[in-house]
């Protein structure tokens, strides 16, 4: 049998983790589920450590699926605490940016919505002045 003793990764620098936050929140943020993300991942926030020991668990059969070493690093990442907040504020911060014109485009068209009832409203009320 061919097969080839894969390294395990014990520690992650600041620069891959950062890295893949950024590609992270950017995958979340981009598709409209900042607000999901951010709960999910608060939610689960005081169970992150119990998180990476069982993604370390099932890695055999991960490693099927996805790449060894990115795997092994999103472990080690959403292992410490300070990544896991660094996600929640940088995708927070994507979509401010990304879909405050949606959001600002959005309160127009409920505003115009709203004074146009009005208008409707004011008009059947009105008292005819014949």
């Given at each position: 049998?061919?097969?080839?003793?894969?390294?395990?990764?014990?520690?992650?620098?600041?620069?891959?983790?950062?890295?893949?936050?950024?590609?992270?929140?950017?995958?979340?943020?981009?598709?409209?589920?900042?607000?999901?993300g951010?709960l999910?991942?608060?939610?689960?926030?005081?169970?992150?450590?119990?998180?990476?020991?069982?993604?370390?668990?099932?890695?055999?059969?991960?490693?099927?699926?996805?790449?060894?070493?990115?795997?092994?690093?999103?472990?080690?990442?959403?292992?410490?605490?300070?990544?896991?907040?660094?996600?929640?504020?940088?995708?927070?911060?994507l979509?401010?940016?990304?879909?405050?014109?949606?959001?600002?485009?959005?309160?127009?068209?409920?505003?115009?919505?709203?004074?146009?009832?009005?208008?409707?409203?004011?008009?059947?009320?009105?008292?005819n002045?014949?």
């Open positions: 049998m061919n097969y080839e003793h894969k390294e395990y990764l014990n520690e992650i620098n600041d620069e891959e983790a950062h890295d893949m936050i950024e590609k992270m929140a950017r995958f979340i943020a981009s598709r409209n589920l900042a607000p999901a951010i999910l991942i608060e939610s689960l926030h005081p169970l992150h450590s119990i998180g990476s020991q069982a993604l370390y668990f099932i890695m055999p059969f991960a490693e099927i699926i996805f790449d060894s070493h990115k795997y092994q690093r999103f472990a080690l990442m959403i292992k410490e605490e300070k990544y896991i907040k660094a996600l929640v504020r940088r995708i927070d911060e979509d401010e940016e990304l879909n405050d014109e949606r959001r600002k485009e959005a309160k127009l068209k409920r505003r115009r919505r709203r004074n146009q009832f009005k208008e409707n409203f004011k008009n059947i009320f009105k008292k002045k014949s």
